[in-house]
């Protein structure tokens, strides 16, 4: 059966933008558009509207609860769920808890007043964490739930995340390969949980596999592009300057080749650069960054699935944890004109 994600390999785009052009929401371009329904009709893939009314009777309902439909992370665990959830007959409910924890709660509470099988959510405290008030409020619900996208620790719901520390220690382990000794870091705050995780990818590198780890080559700031681009101009004044960048988030990567274009600066020549998350609109751009990989669609999907076994299988106590281990993509960025390869 033809899924999203072939669609938009066939495509040769995200499987956020071949949702977008499944599902109507959200801008694509027209070329882009054109290509992915065509791929649509040539794979004789089914929407979701074009069952008819007759089958919605059969179908069984999930509530997902997201900070943000319009973020790339979420929007693409969306697309994983639904992708899924479609195919075992289950209808989708989307709701937007727009990055509050108080609207996150009363959400939770308004679904005493839905009729639906099970809950998938993913929270909306930067710690990764569901406040006491939204646990309970969970379990007054009695259905299944399973949280996605964040490490939680210490509760009693199935859980799909992303191995961070991983994902950071491979990327800075891959410039350490390629010769660089010098390795500086754009960072989000650390009370971030994930942030927190992505910096102790950084320093277990660096300590294990160079023993080089040095705090100053550490720029801790907003996820802001111009925030990013101070933070860039800052580790570059360091003597010696880094020989690579490691950008712990997409926003933090448009900030750092915004200051290489604005110094006419290229990427290879005078400084490499390895990105945790890809950015779409770079590589429309041409800009190939090499990154490592999410994979918040497979969290997505691995998700539903849990969640319609935990449903089926209502009397199974074992609680499930799964942690996705991310992936690099490489695309030349993190290699350097004049540096000898290293093994590590």
């Not at 390999?9 to 329904?37: D, M």
């Not at 309970?136 to 620790?153: F, S, Y």
């Not at 491979?170 to 000794?181: F, T, Y």
């Not at 699935?305 to 609680?319: C, D, F, G, P």
């Amino acid at each position: 059966m033809t899924t999203i994600r072939d669609i938009a390999k066939k495509a040769n785009v995200s499987v956020a933008t071949a949702s977008r052009v499944i599902h109507g929401n959200g801008y694509v371009k027209k070329e882009t558009k054109e290509i992915v329904e065509e791929i649509i009709l040539e794979t004789g893939y089914q929407r979701v509207s074009q069952i008819p009314d007759q089958d919605y009777r059969d179908f069984h309902t999930v509530a997902v609860l997201l900070p943000s439909v319009t973020d790339p992370f979420y929007s693409e665990i969306l697309c994983g769920v639904r992708d899924y959830l479609n195919t075992q007959k289950f209808n989708v409910m989307i709701f937007s808890t727009n990055e509050d924890e108080t609207e996150e709660l009363n959400t939770i509470r308004g679904l005493q007043h839905q009729k639906f099988d099970g809950i998938i959510i993913s929270p909306v405290n930067i710690k990764g964490s569901l406040s006491r008030e939204s646990i309970d409020a969970l379990d007054q619900l009695v259905v299944p739930v399973v949280v996605v996208g964040r490490d939680m620790r210490f509760v009693h719901f199935d859980n799909i995340f992303m191995e961070e520390e991983c994902g950071a220690f491979d990327a800075v382990s891959l410039l350490l390969r390629n010769g660089h000794r010098h390795i500086g870091m754009l960072c989000g705050h650390r009370e971030i949980t994930y942030m927190n995780q992505r910096y102790n990818g950084y320093v277990a590198a660096l300590t294990n596999c160079s023993g080089n780890f040095d705090p100053d080559y550490v720029c801790f700031g907003d996820m802001e592009v111009e925030e990013a681009y101070q933070m860039t101009d800052h580790l570059l004044s360091l003597n010696p300057s880094p020989t690579a960048i490691f950008c712990s988030d997409p926003i933090y990567t448009l900030g750092f080749v915004k200051y290489m274009l604005d110094h006419q600066m290229v990427i290879g020549r005078d400084l490499s650069v390895v990105s945790y998350g890809d950015v779409e609109l770079l590589s429309a751009l041409k800009f190939n960054i090499t990154s490592v990989i999410k994979k918040s669609f497979d969290m997505g999907e691995h998700a539903a699935e849990v969640l319609l076994k935990r449903i089926t299988y209502q009397n199974s106590s074992e609680i499930i944890r799964t942690a996705l281990v991310p992936e690099i993509k490489i695309r030349g960025s993190e290699k350097m004109q004049g540096l000898t390869p290293a093994s590590v």
